[in-house]
């Protein structure tokens, strides 16, 4: 979401690749990605946010072709690892205790990332009044950091979550991620 460039330099290279076989110029084959694997890396870097796509997948895959585990073993872990950083975020006495700010850059991104899993997996989302997820309190923690670091986040949050735009999503909410 933050490097769409990606795709282009990806598809420049695949061009390159293309014109050295035309005219016959042969790179070392170690060197050279083959034809399926460069259609499948462009199909994956294809998407806003390529991984969390991935994780969201596999994980909605688990879900559904393990019926005998309950959804909400899978959502209880999600929401219960975006409640502990969110109060590691917010408590000062936690914060205090990060000595790199990629500590709490990486903490934030791994509460963005299960607030989507969890969006992504739960019937009725993240967004929900009945959510296990303090969204706004969610939302607020992001606010208070720099915007410059934390403005991928939310917009991860705003374009990327499958329920923000639901009846059910409270209008609060709706407006705190405006």
Do not use: W
């Amino acid at each position: 979401m933050t490097n769409p460039a990606i795709q282009n330099d990806f598809s420049y290279y695949r061009r390159t690749i293309s014109r050295n076989r035309l005219n016959n110029q042969q790179l070392e084959a170690e060197n050279e990605v083959n034809n399926e694997m460069a259609n499948r890396m462009s199909l994956f870097y294809a998407e806003a946010t390529p991984m969390l796509k991935t994780l969201s997948n596999a994980t909605t895959k688990f879900v559904s072709e393990n019926k005998t585990l309950p959804i909400e073993d899978t959502t209880d872990c999600l929401s219960t690892m975006a409640c502990v950083c969110r109060v590691m975020l917010e408590t000062p006495e936690y914060r205090c205790r990060f000595t790199n700010t990629d500590t709490m850059l990486f903490c934030m991104r791994v509460m963005v990332g299960v607030i989507i899993l969890y969006d992504h997996v739960h019937p009725v989302g993240a967004f929900a009044k009945t959510s296990k997820i303090d969204m706004k309190g969610c939302i607020k923690v992001l606010k208070e950091q720099p915007s410059n670091s934390v403005e991928g986040l939310l917009n991860a949050l705003r374009y990327t979550t499958r329920h923000l735009n639901d009846d059910s999503t409270s209008k609060q909410i709706r407006a705190l991620l405006q």
